[in-house]
Each structure stands twice: as structure tokens, then as C-alpha cells.
């Protein structure tokens, strides 16, 4: 099974930067992968992170340490559509995605 | 290109009552599944399936049954609704399995109420 964790809530100014982190305990790690999800929409797809390192998408990054079980997704230069729910996402071998709860990020102007 | 597709998008059900939650996807997916969404403990995934006739359950698979009888369709059925399966509920598909980044594509969601 999986256990994942982010926090709830993150507020930031319009033009700020924030990072959201993440932290996992699996069995058998093969990837993670960062969701966007706006309310009372589906989730879609940001970013996502096998080894080790920083991938970079323009105003979205997203760093994974598999060795502490850690990943963080930053988004910079804020802007007020950025106001979503972030969901952090491990599969555990080759089928199973598991989500945290979420991030809800507000983005004040 | 409709991409992936579920119906009904809202559903009032009474305790003990059953209904199927469709879904079909037009992109030749391999894989399939049923996600819930509850407030505070993000997506439960329910069943899913690698393919036409393989199904497998999830985190939370009791109350719920599935089939894949077609590449396209995943339909999820509730025998005997039950308050605690109030919830919204997603169905994502991705074209492949295993390593590598298969992204999930979410249809847009149903939302459930068990009276």
C-alpha cells in the first residue's frame, strides 16, 4: 500500500513563488507524477519523475529524492488561475497510482 | 476525438438501489480505471483493468463490480447502494502499463448521492 503525504492548504501572493511537497512509503516505487486539479473538474496532468533530479516545464518544476521517499512541485511566477487542488500521485509497480489527498493552493492577487 | 467519457455526470440513487457508472474511451487505451473522490482523502482507486477481459480490484473494490468486455468500455456497477458510496467518481484510462510516463486522462467525473 501506499502512504502519501502533502499539506492541505498553501496560500500565495499573484507573482510568488510556492513549493508544495510531497513525501511516500512504497513497497515499489516506479514513478510519480503531479496532477492539476481545478474544483469541479477532472485532474490532469503536470509532471512526472522516475530518477532522481529536477524536470523543469516552463512555469512548473518538479524535484523527486527517491532515497528519502520526497518530491516537491514548485510553481513560479504565480498567476490567479493557478488556484487549484495538487495532487501528488506514486505508482506502486507496474498498475496501481496512488494519490494523496491534495494541496489546495490559493493565489491572491 | 472525445477522449474519455462518462455518464451519467449526476445521480440520486436511494439505499439498496443499484446502477451501472459508464464509461468508454476512444483512444485505444490499454489501461482503465475507477477512481472515487471523497473531501480530505483525495482518489480511492476502486478496480481497473489492462485490457479486454483482465480486471483487477483496487483500494476500496467492495459494494462495486466491473467487466471489460471491449477495449473501449469499463463500465462500474453498484448491486446495492449504500450512503457510504456517496461521492464523485472518475474513470481514467492511459495507453499503456508499466514503467514509463502513462498518464492517466480522467473523464470529467460523477457525482453520486445515496440517499
Known amino acids: 500500500g501506499q502512504n502519501i503525504d502533502q499539506p492541505t492548504e498553501m496560500t500565495a501572493t499573484e507573482g510568488a513563488i510556492v513549493q508544495i511537497n510531497c513525501t511516500y512509503q512504497t513497497s515499489g516505487f516506479n514513478g510519480l507524477f503531479w496532477y492539476q486539479q481545478h474544483a469541479g473538474e477532472a485532474p490532469t496532468f503536470l509532471s512526472y519523475?522516475?530518477?532522481?533530479g529536477l524536470e523543469e516545464k516552463g512555469r512548473f518544476s518538479s524535484f523527486l529524492s527517491r532515497s528519502k521517499g520526497y518530491s516537491y512541485l514548485l510553481l513560479k511566477e504565480l498567476q490567479m488561475k493557478d488556484s487549484a487542488s495538487y495532487l501528488c500521485a506514486v505508482r506502486d509497480g507496474d498498475y496501481k497510482l496512488s494519490f494523496g489527498a491534495g494541496t489546495t493552493v490559493t493565489v491572491r492577487a | 476525438n472525445a477522449g474519455v467519457t462518462q455518464t451519467p455526470k449526476f445521480q440520486v440513487l436511494k439505499t439498496g438501489q443499484s446502477m451501472t457508472l459508464q464509461c468508454a474511451q476512444d483512444m485505444n487505451h490499454e489501461y482503465m480505471s475507477w477512481y472515487r473522490q471523497d473531501p480530505g482523502m483525495g482518489l480511492r482507486l476502486i478496480h481497473y483493468s489492462v485490457g479486454a477481459g483482465i480486471t483487477d480490484q483496487g483500494e476500496v473494490p467492495n459494494g462495486y463490480n466491473v467487466s471489460r468486455s471491449t477495449t473501449e468500455d469499463f463500465p462500474l456497477r453498484l448491486l446495492s447502494a449504500a450512503p457510504s458510496q456517496t461521492s464523485v467518481y472518475f474513470c481514467a484510462s492511459s495507453y499503456g502499463v508499466g514503467s514509463g510516463a502513462n498518464v492517466l486522462t480522467f473523464g470529467a467525473g460523477s457525482r453520486l448521492t445515496v440517499l
Open positions: 519523475n522516475v530518477l532522481d
